[in-house]
């Protein structure tokens, strides 16, 4: 295995839906809001990992983890003062809303609700940089792809002294933060029956731990 880390290039974009839907298979908020078959599930969650990354590559920084031409992770952060997004932004999230709504229909309400509490959560000061997500192909976990993806968006945010942001519904994830010097300051609910989520911040001036070479399957 040969990986190389690099800036994100567009022409692995379309391998960005099918990786993560892979990574996010078993992950509580997926799996507990969209049940059944992963093949089912991949064709909503793989158009929503697309459109963050893309809006992510326009409006903050997208580090990949590539072997031979194969993306094997990512990391995906919005910059600061990108959050909240625009209504256009959003738009560009509309396919996976009618997917949702074509291959879950029963579940929509359940879904509106885990999107706002995503929203009335997250921060709006001061500004921070957001991780989006954060992804390492299955076939890589447990080889340290994740460990350098993510120290490359901290390097971005210490430059500045700025602060970081992110939300997990996985607790082995939220361990795994911790290790980076991210605090828990909110737990509460995907949606009404759902499982945990917790909203995470790291403060400029914290010094992380060294974290264990542990790859988390998906974060985000």
Known sequence: MTVTFQELDRGLLDQVGPMCARAFD??????ELFPGESSRRAKVSSRFYSATVIDCLEHGTVHAAVDDGKLAGVAAWLRPGAFP??????ARFLPTVWAGLRHYPSRARLALQALARLERSHPHSPPHWYLATIAVDPAYQGKGLGVRLMKQGLALAAEKGDPCF???AKGSNR????GFGFQVQLEEPCFDGGPPQWFMWRPPEVLADEPAARTPGAAG
């Open 26 to 31: 078993d992950y509580p908020f997926l799996a």
């Open 166 to 168: 992110l939300e997990t």
């Open 85 to 90: 997004q625009s209504l256009g932004r959003q």
């Open 175 to 178: 361990d795994w933060y911790l």
